[in-house]
T-cell receptor, first 112, second 114 residues
Framework: GQQLNQSPQSMFIQEGEDVSMNCTSSSIFNTWLWYKQDPGEGPVLLIALYKAGELTSNGRLTAQFGITRKDSFLNISASIPSDVGIYFCAGHIIQGAQKLVFGQGTRLTINP | DAGVTQSPTHLIKTRGQHVTLRCSPISGHKSVSWYQQVLGQGPQFIFQYYEKEERGRGNFPDRFSARQFPNYSSELNVNALLLGDSALYLC?????????????FGNGTRLTVT
């Protein structure tokens, strides 16, 4: 089945630093999505990428959909305390069902 | 506008019991999906319903079933609960079925099986 390899698994950074995380897959996806999950809550959609090569920004967040449709990265610039949480990449498949395949998550911790 | 709402927020059940989890999608959304998230992992796909029909099922046993109602709300049922069913159960809704309909998640139901 499809699997996403997300790295790094965890990051410990200083406030104000930039962050970069990525996902790779052996399968091609129609869409790549990036979500953030805080403790006790569901994942919140950050960015959706629809076209190979697409580069999209949402405030301090920037994400790109790889040319091969098998990878994506997410960058966060000038991190702030509220960026703490778990970030998930998800590949969107439509094969009969509309289905998301999630990575294992990147846990971001920020030292003030 | 209200997001995806799920009830209950927390639930404790005993092995062998049955549980029903409920989900109301974002107004106007016709697709509802269910995901299971075990601690420390990403969500895993269980079911997707669109226009009240099951469109897909993940690798879960027949103890798991779901349905979607005419108002597009949904229920997830799990029979004969096992300890391994303890997880956060997430409901997600989307406007349609296509690639340009990203999923929006609720805050989940935390199920603990003892």
């Amino acid at each position: 089945g499809q699997q996403l390899n997300q790295s790094p698994q965890s990051m410990f950074i200083q406030e104000g630093e930039d962050v970069s995380m990525n996902c790779t897959s052996s399968s091609i996806f129609n869409t790549w999505l990036w979500y953030k999950q805080d403790p006790g809550e569901g994942p919140v959609l950050l960015i959706a990428l629809y076209k190979a090569g697409e580069l999209t920004s949402n405030g301090r967040l920037t994400a790109q959909f790889g040319i091969t449709r098998k990878d994506s990265f997410l960058n966060i610039s000038a991190s702030i305390p509220s960026d703490v949480g778990i970030y998930f990449c998800a590949g969107h498949i439509i094969q009969g069902a509309q289905k998301l395949v999630f990575g294992q998550g990147t846990r971001l911790t920020i030292n003030p | 506008d209200a997001g995806v709402t799920q009830s209950p927020t927390h639930l404790i059940k005993t092995r062998g019991q049955h549980v029903t989890l409920r989900c109301s999608p974002i107004s106007g959304h016709k697709s509802v999906s269910w995901y299971q998230q075990v601690l420390g992992q990403g969500p895993q796909f269980i079911f997707q319903y669109y226009e009240k029909e099951e469109r897909g099922r993940g690798n879960f046993p027949d103890r798991f079933s779901a349905r979607q109602f005419p108002n597009y709300s949904s229920e997830l049922n799990v029979n004969a609960l096992l300890l391994g069913d303890s997880a956060l159960y997430l409901c997600a809704s989307s406007l349609g079925q296509g690639a340009f309909s990203p999923l929006h998640f609720g805050n989940g139901t935390r199920l603990t099986v003892t």
